[in-house]
């Protein structure tokens, strides 16, 4: 499989197919953003002729990105800031303070993350309205805190199990007390499965529709995502402004996939594989 | 409370045992609070949050499902008629058949297509973590933009027929997602370009696992490529493949967003599935009961899967 020096051209044939299958709906989102209304089209498929950057400025003044973004920004910054506290606490009990009933409680999070949103949402939605929470961006929050929590906590449960006992030990040793070897030992070592746990939540909210589309009514407080669907949904003959809006959702994720591809994928995978 | 955590965080060994000794009750109450009490508080929130949004709403539906509820007021015990509707319910019947419709494709296309470029990737040396990349790039993506975008493309204005018209192929110009033959095999296009990359990318991971030697033995031994393949690197990367198909059985029956985004079941609801038909139910005819009893049906099918993946494991099948 691995005969060295063989030529894999064939290889790298179809493999180039694939790319441009995978990236030609991408690439086809940014040329259009930057076209005319007129030039979409006549010229649907390919490389702008004209630099409409003002699409951009319209989709934020008159697509209601002004406020979408602000409001994506606090739900998925309160989102991730919240499912890394809980998740981090919870962690690192199950992985060291060893509570009663803990194995339980690891095997409900294992499984509890591929529940079926179906199985919940009709009560919940009901519930939500009853309390005031439909309609409000702190009401989506806490869902998004509550459905990646179980994950999280698994993710970082094995990174806590995964540093040596050693590390503490010599703390102790050293006459740490045991809020220091939390704060100066376990957080830092803990470090890497934070960023991820941070980074997949964060895209997680970011990108989310289905509980958005249910949850939130007002334009004033649509997410991203549910502001995309129902302004494209409104104009979809304004293929420029919508593929304007589409790079500006899909370009933070991008960013930060490609400035953290490793650990995106890790700790992606690892939530697939559990 | 939290000075308290604190306060029995910051306690060092020594500390504790000059006080259980010096304060026999006192000591011993420190000792219960910090190994019963103190594991519990870190769980608590994460706990109750499970609770209140997913758990709780969870029991709620088993219950509503035997109900008549609408949403608001009062709901009536109607026990199984939910569920004997279910069964007869025209629109649930159509919906499920386009939902084992792409279940079939799912179980095929996206791991083959996913084993398949695993396999090539394996095989190159330069250039491995940008395919990678390339292939990822929509599992990253939002759906919504992603169902959009296809959209774009198949759309009789700026989509590819039009271009094909214009260059001398006339009999194509007809509507794509319009067609009730079609609609459900483009929106599932999409959500295969989606998804084929995270496939892939577990597959290709497992590969990397497997020991050069292997294929050292097989290559003496004079296997071809594809026999390496079939013996070597599909037995070796198997568990991965079973997990894929496991997350493919469950996901299939609960696909929602490329048909909802793209066609909302239509036209003349030739795309419905199961989990449109829940939210039209529940939140376009406020029929809360009915849509909770869809919703308990669709997780049973979860369970199922599931279970019937831990007890053939349990039995002593390897996968």
């Known amino acids: 499989m691995r005969k060295p020096g063989h030529s894999r051209v064939v290889n790298y044939i179809i493999l180039g197919c694939l790319a441009f299958f995978t990236l030609y709906p991408i690439t086809l989102i940014f040329f259009n953003s930057v076209k005319t209304t007129d030039e979409t089209f006549t010229n649907p498929l390919g490389f702008p002729r004209t630099w409409r950057l003002e699409n951009f400025v319209e989709v934020w003044n008159e697509a209601g990105f002004s406020k979408a973004i602000p409001n994506s920004l606090l739900v998925s910054g309160a989102t991730a800031v919240g499912v890394l506290t809980v998740a981090a606490l919870a962690g690192y009990s199950l992985a060291r303070l060893k509570p009663r009933g803990g194995n339980f409680l690891a095997?409900?999070?294992?499984?509890?993350g591929s529940l079926p949103a179906q199985m919940f949402l009709v009560p919940l939605f009901f519930l939500w309205r009853k309390l005031g929470l439909v309609d409000s961006l702190w009401g989506l929050i806490v869902i998004y805190i509550a459905t990646n929590s179980p994950f999280a906590v698994y993710l970082l449960r094995s990174y806590f199990i995964n540093i040596p006992t050693d590390f503490e030990d010599a703390a102790r040793v050293d006459g740490a007390s045991e809020f220091q070897i939390v704060w100066r030992v376990m957080l830092p070592l803990a470090r890497p499965g934070f960023l991820t746990v941070v980074l997949l939540t964060w895209m997680n909210a970011w990108n989310e529709f289905f509980f958005a589309n249910i949850f939130l009514h007002r334009q004033e407080i649509q997410t991203v995502a549910l502001r995309y669907v129902v302004f494209s949904g409104e104009y979809f003959t304004d293929w420029a402004l919508t593929s304007a809006m589409g790079v500006m959702m899909t370009l933070p994720v991008?960013?930060?996939?490609?400035?953290?591809?490793?650990?995106?994928?890790?700790?992606?995978?690892k939530g697939g594989l559990k | 409370m939290l000075r308290r955590i604190r306060k029995i965080l910051t306690l060092d060994a020594s500390e504790d045992v000059d006080e259980s000794r010096s304060k026999m009750g006192g000591g011993l109450q420190t000792r219960f609070f910090q190994k019963e009490i103190l594991p519990w508080l870190f769980l608590l929130p994460v706990v109750g949050l499970n609770v209140l949004v997913m758990i709780g709403p969870s029991v709620g539906s088993v219950y509503y499902a035997f109900t008549d509820w609408k949403g608001l007021g009062s709901a009536e015990w109607i026990g199984l008629a939910n569920f004997t509707r279910a069964f007869q319910d025209p629109f649930l019947g159509r919906a499920l058949r386009n939902n084992l419709k792409w279940m079939a494709l799912s179980l095929f296309f996206p791991p083959a297509i996913a084993l398949f470029a695993a396999v090539l990737l394996s095989e190159i040396r330069r250039g491995q973590r940008l395919f990678r990349a390339i292939f990822f790039l929509p599992v990253v993506m939002s759906a919504t933009v992603a169902a959009r975008a296809w959209q774009g493309i198949y759309h009789p204005l700026f989509g590819v027929l039009p271009w094909l018209v214009d260059h001398g192929l006339e009999f194509l110009d007809i509507s794509l997602l319009g067609?009730?033959?079609l609609a459900l095999y483009l929106v599932y296009l999409a959500s295969l370009w989606k998804g084929w990359g995270f496939s892939m990318v577990l597959f290709f991971a497992a590969m990397q696992q497997v020991p050069d030697e292997l294929y050292?033995?097989?290559i003496v031994d004079g296997a071809n490529r594809f026999q390496q393949f079939l013996y070597i690197t599909l037995p070796s990367?198997?568990?991965?493949?079973i997990i894929v198909l496991i997350f493919t059985l469950i996901g299939s029956m609960l696909a929602f967003n490329f048909v909802y985004i793209m066609t909302r079941g239509g036209p003349?609801?030739?795309?419905?599935v199961l989990a449109l038909r829940m939210y039209i139910y529940a939140f376009d005819r406020f029929e809360a009961g009915y849509g909770a009893s869809i919703g308990v049906l669709l997780t049973l099918w979860s369970a199922f899967v599931t279970l019937l993946f831990l007890g053939l494991r349990r039995m002593g099948w390897e996968v």
Do not use: C, K
Request: a negative charge.
């Open chain 1, 107 to 112: 095997v409900y999070f294992l499984a509890g």
């Open chain 1, 254 to 269: 991008m960013i930060l996939f490609l400035a953290t591809q490793e650990t995106f994928i890790e700790g992606m995978t």
């Open chain 2, 179 to 181: 067609n009730p033959d």
């Open chain 2, 216 to 218: 050292d033995a097989a």
């Open chain 2, 237 to 241: 990367i198997r568990p991965t493949i």
């Open chain 2, 268 to 272: 003349n609801h030739s795309t419905d």
